[in-house]
């Protein structure tokens, strides 16, 4: 009769760390897939705030007193073109995309007379 019991627990116990194995592995599968979309997501808004920077050095090319503050549309999105800063011999152009709650902003530094660019980074924030 403990023989029964001894089978009966021992397959109790054994389906229940089975079943958190398959849970553990299901929910990592899970999370994974949100990862996977921030990601995308931090792509998609990287891709926009690097357009607006584009956008911002083709109107400097085109007009030396242009001066940014303005929003971009791009497709169903936006992105931001902040006022652009002189220092020196140098314009500063900062951009921001956010694409849900992606969030992408980039200070490009580039020669006023020449247009060549010094540098180009992303910020944490602007």
């Not at 760390?17 to 999370?31: E, N, P, R, T, Y």
């Not at 992105?79 to 002189?86: G, M």
């Amino acid at each position: 009769m403990n023989k029964g019991y001894i089978a009966i627990t021992s397959a109790v116990i054994i389906s229940v760390l089975i079943m958190g194995v398959v849970f553990a592995v299901s929910f990592s599968g899970f999370f994974n897939r949100f990862n996977i979309l921030d990601s995308s997501l931090k792509e998609t808004a990287n891709s926009l705030a690097e357009a607006c920077a584009e956008t911002a050095l083709v109107k400097l090319a085109e007009n030396s007193n242009y001066g940014g503050n303005e929003n971009i549309a791009i497709g169903d999105e936006q992105c931001a073109i902040s006022a652009l800063e002189t220092n020196g011999n140098q314009k500063i152009i900062k951009t921001k995309a956010i694409v849900q709650n992606a969030v992408a902003n980039f200070k490009i530094t580039v020669d006023a007379a020449t247009l060549s660019i010094v540098s180009w980074e992303e910020l944490a924030s602007l």
